[in-house]
């Protein structure tokens, strides 16, 4: 089945600082690329995906890029900010979606 | 529009008690999915309903059934609780199979003592 890296585990910035989280997937049939973000004691809501077909995604201060061939993704998220803290997954669809570990963001202010 | 409800939204139980999670959505999406999630294991896929009348295991069914009720509703199962099985449960929905996103319910936190 699917295998997701996910990387840093915890990663603290402070505020205004850029943050950049990165994932590698092992199915090279995965099509389909959706970051979640958790806040503490809530529910995991999607942030931005992106599909195979196109490399780079953008979303106000969130923007995903996707490398096909190194089989690798990452999250950017630019002039950070507190309510930005929280814990961000990844995940990869192939038959089902798999996520990844998660990754523990901190700004502060 | 509640989006997806899950009941409850805390649990104890004894170890050996049966229980029953509740998850039910309002968007009209045709594929249901139960995860669990522990700390530093990310979101792992218990059981998912593909569209109504089908269930499939996913990466961690033992110790679990599901009942896909109708459209709707999509049920969780406990036969047998053991302490391995406290965790918080997450139930989600999509429009479909593939390239959608997923919406979450509140998640239950079950605690197996």
């Known amino acids: 089945g699917e295998n997701v890296e996910q990387h840093p585990s915890t990663l603290s910035v402070q505020e205004g600082d850029s943050a950049v989280i990165k994932c590698t997937y092992s199915?090279?049939?995965?099509?389909?690329f959706p970051w979640y973000k958790q806040e503490l004691g809530k529910r995991p809501q999607l942030i931005i995906d992106i599909r195979s077909n196109v490399g780079e995604k953008k979303d106000q201060r969130i923007a995903v890029t996707l490398n096909k061939t190194a089989k690798h993704f990452s999250l950017h998220i630019t002039e950070t900010q507190p309510e930005d803290s929280a814990v961000y997954f990844c995940?990869?669809?192939?038959?089902?979606?798999?996520f990844g570990k998660g990754t523990m963001l901190l700004v502060s202010p | 529009n509640a989006g997806v409800t899950q009941t409850p939204k805390f649990q104890v139980l004894k170890t050996g008690q049966s229980m029953t999670l509740q998850c039910a959505q309002d968007m009209n999406h045709n594929s249901m999915y139960w995860y669990r999630q522990d700390p530093g294991m990310g979101l792992r896929l218990i059981y998912y309903?593909?569209?109504?009348?089908?269930?499939d295991k996913g990466e961690v069914p033992n110790g679990y059934n599901v009942s896909r009720l109708n459209k709707r509703e999509f049920s969780l199962r406990l036969e047998s609780a053991a302490p391995s099985q406290t965790s918080v449960y997450f139930c989600?929905?999509?429009?479909?199979?593939?390239?959608?996103?997923?919406?979450f319910g509140s998640g239950t936190r079950l605690t197996v003592v």
């Open positions: 199915d090279s049939a995965s099509n389909y």
């Open positions: 989600a929905s999509s429009e479909a199979q593939g390239d959608y996103g997923y919406t």
């Open positions: 309903s593909a569209s109504e009348g089908t269930t």
């Open positions: 995940a990869a669809w192939t038959e089902d979606l798999t």
